[in-house]
Nanobody
Framework: QVQLVESGGGSVQAGGSLRLSCVASGRTFSSYRMGWFRQAPGQEREFVAAISRSGDSTYYADSVKGRITISRDNAKNTMYLQMNSLKPEDTALYYC?????????????????WGQGTQVTVSS
């Protein structure tokens, strides 16, 4: 098993930046393909980005392409989400997730480990 803890959320104005971190403990971090999801109040959890075990492959939701970058440092057991040019519609609770079941996936149900989330609030 792996335990995931997110940090780095906060409140920023539109156009600002934040970097989220997800620290993993337990089983070898590099064994997992990782993803970021977000959930706004009253909405379903939605895919943001995913990264392969080595970090060589990444995938993004269309809504964040060009503004958000996912990365990982397996030596530090940490995954990152660099978010630039933030918009009010990016406001949500952001979750990191891990899967040892499938290849890169945009589907929340394919991830078997989740963090507790970190809040991102973007004001206009």
């Amino acid at each position: 098993q792996v335990q995931l803890v997110e940090s780095g959320g906060g409140s920023v104005q539109a156009g600002g930046s934040l970097r989220l971190s997800c620290v993993a403990s337990g089983r070898t971090f590099s064994s997992y393909r990782m993803g970021w999801f977000r959930q706004a109040p009253g909405q379903e959890r939605e895919f943001v980005a995913a990264i392969s075990r080595s970090g060589d492959s990444t995938y993004y939701a269309d809504s964040v392409k060009g503004r958000i970058t996912i990365s990982r440092d397996n030596a530090k057991n940490t995954m990152y989400l660099q978010m630039n040019s933030l918009k009010p519609e990016d406001t949500a609770l952001y979750y990191c997730a891990a899967t040892d079941r499938v290849l890169l996936s945009t589907t929340a149900g394919n991830y078997n480990y989740w963090g507790q989330g970190t809040q991102v609030t973007v004001s206009s």
